[in-house]
Nanobody, 118 residues
Framework: QVQLVESGGGLVQPGGSLRLSCAAS????????AGWSRQAPGKQREFVVR???????TYAVSVKGRFTMSRDDAKNTMYLQMDSLEPEDTAVYYC????????????WGQGTQVTVSS
């Protein structure tokens, strides 16, 4: 059973920074692609970033250059460094991992709230 637990959300002023963490258990984390998505109030969940097991990352246009994903496979943990935050970044942020074997299921964390407001 794969379990993901996010932490690090909170309230931050526009232009500020936050670092989210996601601890994984029950999976071969180093073999899995992983990433983050977010869901703003009244909107559908949207892709933020995905990183392959080899460390190649793809970012959404809206966050490219401001957000940076990293992963520490020794700790089974991924991170999302968010800089230059904007009110439009306000959302619940979810981490996910993609199983490296068929049927390549996605597993999701419970989400952590990020609010950008003055």
């Amino acid at each position: 059973q794969v379990q993901l637990v996010e932490s690090g959300g909170g309230l931050v002023q526009p232009g500020g920074s936050l670092r989210l963490s996601c601890a994984a258990s029950g999976s071969r984390f180093s073999e899995n692609a992983a990433g983050w998505s977010r869901q703003a109030p009244g909107k559908q969940r949207e892709f933020v970033v995905r990183m392959t097991s080899s460390g190649s990352a793809t970012y959404a246009v809206s966050v490219k250059g401001r957000f940076t994903m990293s992963r520490d496979d020794a700790k089974n943990t991924m991170y999302l460094q968010m800089d230059s935050l904007e009110p439009e970044d306000t959302a619940v942020y979810y981490c996910f991992v993609t199983d490296s074997t068929w049927p390549y299921d996605d597993y999701w964390g419970q989400g952590t709230q990020v609010t950008v407001s003055s």
